[in-house]
């Protein structure tokens, strides 16, 4: 017995709980305000979702990259990856969310710097020797131990709820003091939060969790755990529960929904009956905002559901197999409830019935990646995790969470981040933005978007102050646009990355639903580049923008496309009585992915069926219409 408790004591971490208390204490005395411009005149680029050495799969996989180390990264300093390579952001991120999984927080860490003669488990001790033994052994570890969290095998020491407090409390505090230091409100902004990973068998139903908050309040309560649950209620009740025990203030952020086989986004409760408008209500309040892309593919739409959509459809390849863990293989009807667009026509949906919107969600983009460092440039990509950092085999070599098979390297990509249009880069005006939904994703690119809407938009007002116009006379992205006289317009206004690829064209997505309560759905082309020239609509398309795109280097050429793309745009197919949504993407012109820098770098031979260019994009928060009297 005395043996079991010790190594619960080194698996759980409890032996320094009283020095990341002081440590905490030592470094969280409150930081200096900011001022706030009166509104938002400036996007702020960002990660929400980074896993370092804290999550039990980065570990397994190769990470040795704690908080400090992703941070300082994040913030734009050299550091040294697990696999001793040199990494640098070309700019430095705005903020950054530390996003390490409640469940295991710290324990496969825990698990290798424990002594094998304390370990009793056969399956623990497998694992403690499988992660000594090298990468691959490291690796086969962390497939199995993803296998048995998914099936609800894991060790009981590992769920031990007691145990699990004292060594959860202990790490949380230490992340919380690291947090804390590099929060530098006006400069970089460092949140608080973690993953909550939340599985139905293999799909994925996980949300990222951020505190408004700093470490005194946040420090209050320990990251939730996901075992044993299904459903999201749960989650929360916990963020309820802060609320009432600090005042405090938390959000929740779906992702990956491309790999709940339909659960993500469902038109039922998750036990099953109607949705009530309860429900509906409860869930908007506490998810405002959905991850749209990332590494684990793209969420925006699927061509199953939007046909007519060209542009549909990147980054599905692979991901639309099965669910996370290739446990439950994908079927075309699962693809609705998986989909960000399909949910918006939902959400329509369920009002329409209830009179409240479930899915009436704001947009970014995030890495996911789990190697501590925030990047999501084509030519500076350093995987998933760290057993894929830049090497020859990683893009066609098989890739897969969990023991399963279906998805390789090429499948994953480069992607994304958050943009945030706040009155200031700190917590307190980040989280506020995220909360009224003023935000977008991108699928790497720092492209600058903005779009309003209103009544009475006129192109002469693009001519002078049209941001303060924007807010004065109507409402920005993540708005719902109350009824008024004649049909909605909208100043859009798009700009390339400062250091990236021209633009290619500017479309307004718009969904509705009709009086039969069935939704619909309609891409417009709004301005494109060399609309003046030989670009000329024909059969309602707009014709390819060309490639500059050379494999060879591989580089391009801003010789076709845009630097900036602006409208004013109406619908010319408005009716008053249909409640709607509008949200925005723009395209860049063809560039070289991840894949085709590799293919030169390492002199590689390639399937000729992977792709070698892509036409990155960003995707705007919606704005909703409601119809008179709703």
């Given at each position: 017995?005395?043996k079991?408790?010790?190594?619960?004591?080194l698996?759980?971490?409890?032996t320094?709980?009283?020095?990341?208390?002081?440590k905490l204490?030592?470094?969280?005395?409150g930081?200096?305000?900011?001022a706030?411009?009166?509104?938002?005149?400036?996007?702020f680029?960002?990660?929400?979702h980074?896993?370092?050495?804290?999550?039990?799969?980065?570990f397994?996989?190769?990470t040795?990259?704690?908080?400090?180390q992703?941070?300082r990264?994040?913030?734009?300093?050299e550091?040294?990856s697990?696999?001793?390579?040199k990494?640098?952001?070309a700019?430095p991120?705005?903020?950054l969310?530390i996003?390490?999984?409640?469940?295991?927080?710290a324990?496969v860490?825990?698990?290798?710097e424990?002594?094998?003669s304390m370990?009793d488990?056969?399956?623990?001790l497998?694992w403690?020797d499988?992660?000594?033994s090298g990468?691959?052994?490291?690796?086969?570890a962390t497939?199995?131990?993803i296998?048995?969290k998914?099936?609800?095998k894991?060790?009981p020491?590992i769920?031990?709820?007691?145990a699990?407090?004292?060594?959860?409390?202990?790490?949380?505090?230490s992340?919380?003091a690291?947090?804390?230091?590099y929060n530098?409100?006006?400069?970089?902004?460092?949140?608080?939060g973690?993953?909550?990973?939340?599985?139905?068998?293999?799909?994925?139903l996980h949300?990222?969790?951020?505190?408004r908050?700093?470490?005194n309040?946040?420090s209050t309560v320990?990251?939730?755990?996901?075992?044993a649950?299904t459903?999201p209620?749960?989650l929360?009740d916990?963020?309820?529960?802060?609320a009432?025990k600090?005042?405090g203030?938390?959000?929740?952020?779906?992702?990956?929904?491309?790999?709940s086989?339909?659960?993500?986004?469902?038109m039922?409760?998750?036990?099953g009956?109607?949705?009530?408008?309860?429900?509906?209500r409860?869930?908007?309040?506490?998810e405002?905002?959905?991850e749209?892309?990332q590494?684990?593919?793209d969420?925006?739409?699927?061509?199953?559901?939007s046909p007519?959509?060209?542009?549909?459809?990147?980054g599905?390849?692979g991901?639309e197999?099965?669910?996370?863990?290739?446990?439950?293989k994908?079927?075309?009807?699962?693809y609705?409830?998986s989909?960000?667009?399909?949910?918006?026509k939902?959400g329509l949906m369920?009002e329409?019935?209830?009179g409240?919107?479930?899915y009436?969600?704001?947009?970014?983009g995030?890495?996911?990646?789990?190697?501590s460092?925030?990047?999501?440039?084509?030519?500076?990509?350093f995987?998933k995790?760290?057993?894929?950092e830049p090497?020859p085999?990683r893009?066609a070599?098989?890739?897969?969470?969990?023991?399963?098979?279906?998805?390789f390297g090429?499948?994953?990509l480069?992607s994304?981040?958050?943009?945030?249009?706040?009155?200031s880069n700190s917590r307190?005006?980040?989280?506020d933005?995220?909360?009224?939904?003023?935000?977008?994703?991108?699928t790497?690119p720092r492209?600058t978007l903005?779009?309003?809407?209103?009544?009475?938009?006129?192109?002469?007002?693009?001519q002078g102050?049209?941001?303060?116009a924007?807010y004065?006379?109507?409402v920005?992205?993540?708005?719902?646009?109350?009824?008024?006289?004649?049909?909605?317009s909208?100043?859009?206004?798009?700009?390339?990355d400062?250091?990236?690829a021209?633009?290619?064209r500017v479309q307004?997505i718009?969904?509705?639903?009709d009086?039969a309560g069935?939704s619909?759905?309609?891409?417009?082309?709004?301005?494109w580049?060399?609309?003046a020239g030989?670009?000329?609509?024909?059969?309602?398309?707009?014709?390819?923008?060309?490639d500059t795109?050379?494999l060879?280097?591989?580089?391009y050429?801003?010789t076709?496309g845009a630097?900036?793309?602006t409208t004013?745009w109406?619908?010319?197919?408005f009716d008053p009585?249909?409640?709607?949504?509008?949200y925005?993407?723009?395209l860049?012109?063809?560039?070289?992915t991840w894949?085709a820098?590799?293919k030169?770098?390492?002199?590689?031979t390639l399937?000729?069926?992977?792709?070698?260019k892509q036409?990155e994009r960003?995707y705007t928060?919606?704005i909703?219409y409601?119809p008179?009297?709703q």
């Amino acid at each position: 017995m005395r043996k079991k408790i010790a190594l619960a004591a080194l698996l759980l971490g409890s032996t320094a709980l009283f020095s990341g208390c002081d440590k905490l204490k030592q470094v969280v005395t409150g930081k200096a305000e900011v001022a706030n411009t009166a509104y938002p005149e400036k996007v702020f680029w960002g990660d929400t979702h980074l896993h370092t050495n804290n999550s039990p799969d980065a570990f397994g996989f190769g990470t040795r990259l704690d908080s400090e180390q992703a941070l300082r990264f994040a913030r734009g300093e050299e550091v040294f990856s697990s696999t001793g390579q040199k990494a640098k952001l070309a700019r430095p991120l705005d903020f950054l969310v530390i996003s390490d999984h409640s469940d295991g927080f710290a324990t496969v860490r825990n698990l290798y710097e424990a002594p094998r003669s304390m370990i009793d488990d056969p399956t623990l001790l497998r694992w403690y020797d499988l992660l000594h033994s090298g990468p691959k052994g490291s690796m086969q570890a962390t497939a199995e131990l993803i296998d048995a969290k998914a099936n609800d095998k894991l060790p009981p020491e590992i769920l031990d709820a007691k145990a699990a407090e004292a060594r959860l409390r202990n790490d949380w505090l230490s992340h919380i003091a690291t947090v804390e230091r590099y929060n530098e409100p006006g400069n970089f902004t460092a949140f608080i939060g973690f993953e909550y990973t939340l599985m139905n068998a293999g799909r994925n139903l996980h949300r990222n969790v951020i505190f408004r908050d700093n470490g005194n309040r946040a420090s209050t309560v320990l990251p939730l755990a996901s075992f044993a649950t299904t459903i999201p209620d749960g989650l929360w009740d916990y963020m309820d529960a802060y609320a009432k025990k600090t005042g405090g203030q938390t959000l929740a952020i779906p992702h990956n929904s491309n790999m709940s086989n339909g659960r993500m986004f469902l038109m039922t409760e998750p036990l099953g009956g109607p949705m009530s408008a309860e429900y509906a209500r409860r869930r908007a309040a506490h998810e405002p905002v959905v991850e749209i892309t990332q590494i684990k593919g793209d969420s925006e739409a699927h061509p199953f559901m939007s046909p007519n959509d060209e542009f549909s459809g990147y980054g599905t390849a692979g991901w639309e197999l099965g669910d996370l863990m290739m446990v439950e293989k994908t079927t075309p009807e699962m693809y609705p409830g998986s989909y960000v667009r399909e949910a918006l026509k939902r959400g329509l949906m369920v009002e329409q019935r209830t009179g409240a919107n479930p899915y009436a969600f704001g947009v970014i983009g995030s890495t996911d990646s789990h190697t501590s460092l925030a990047t999501s440039d084509e030519d500076n990509y350093f995987g998933k995790h760290s057993g894929v950092e830049p090497g020859p085999t990683r893009a066609a070599e098989a890739q897969n969470l969990g023991t399963r098979s279906g998805r390789f390297g090429w499948n994953y990509l480069a992607s994304g981040y958050a943009a945030v249009w706040a009155t200031s880069n700190s917590r307190e005006a980040l989280f506020d933005a995220m909360l009224r939904k003023e935000v977008y994703g991108t699928t790497g690119p720092r492209m600058t978007l903005r779009v309003f809407g209103g009544w009475d938009f006129k192109a002469e007002d693009l001519q002078g102050d049209w941001v303060k116009a924007g807010y004065g006379r109507g409402v920005p992205m993540g708005a719902t646009l109350k009824a008024g006289s004649g049909s909605p317009s909208f100043m859009i206004s798009a700009l390339k990355d400062p250091v990236g690829a021209n633009l290619d064209r500017v479309q307004v997505i718009k969904g509705w639903v009709d009086a039969a309560g069935q939704s619909h759905e309609k891409v417009f082309d709004v301005v494109w580049s060399d609309m003046a020239g030989k670009r000329k609509l024909a059969g309602g398309k707009v014709p390819a923008v060309g490639d500059t795109v050379d494999l060879a280097q591989p580089s391009y050429q801003n010789t076709i496309g845009a630097p900036g793309l602006t409208t004013v745009w109406s619908d010319p197919e408005f009716d008053p009585a249909q409640r709607a949504f509008y949200y925005v993407r723009v395209l860049e012109i063809p560039t070289p992915t991840w894949v085709a820098y590799d293919k030169v770098r390492y002199k590689l031979t390639l399937d000729q069926n992977i792709p070698l260019k892509q036409q990155e994009r960003g995707y705007t928060s919606a704005i909703w219409y409601a119809p008179a009297g709703q």
